[in-house]
């Protein structure tokens, strides 16, 4: 599974790497998260505004800042996906 960041290094997007880190270290899964800074790559997901979160290949999130606890509902949710 993999959680990715997208954003071009702005103070908004090292928020959102933040959050995203401390929805992982809670979920307790292994989850590998990477930080997405070239505008080509982030294009590639269709998204329009930054911060922008993809979990598992789906953008959750664009142009805002979602707090930790709705990034570990995603994950899990992915989680239980890719088991089913």
Request: charged fraction near 30%; aromatic fraction near 2%.
């Given at each position: 599974?993999?959680?990715?960041?997208?954003?071009?290094?702005?103070?908004?997007?090292?928020?959102?790497?933040?959050?995203?880190?401390?929805?992982?270290?809670?979920?307790?899964?292994?989850?590998?998260?990477?930080?997405?800074?070239?505008?080509?790559?982030?294009?590639?997901?269709g998204v329009m505004m930054t911060p922008a979160l993809v979990?598992?290949?789906?953008?959750?999130?664009?142009?805002?800042?979602?707090?930790?606890?709705?990034?570990?509902?995603?994950?899990?949710?992915?989680?239980?996906?890719?088991?089913?």
């Amino acid at each position: 599974m993999k959680v990715k960041v997208l954003g071009t290094g702005c103070p908004k997007c090292k928020k959102l790497y933040a959050e995203a880190e401390k929805a992982i270290a809670s979920s307790g899964q292994a989850v590998e998260l990477e930080k997405v800074e070239k505008i080509e790559d982030i294009m590639k997901h269709g998204v329009m505004m930054t911060p922008a979160l993809v979990v598992d290949g789906e953008v959750k999130a664009s142009g805002r800042i979602p707090a930790a606890p709705e990034i570990v509902t995603w994950i899990m949710n992915a989680l239980s996906k890719e088991k089913a």
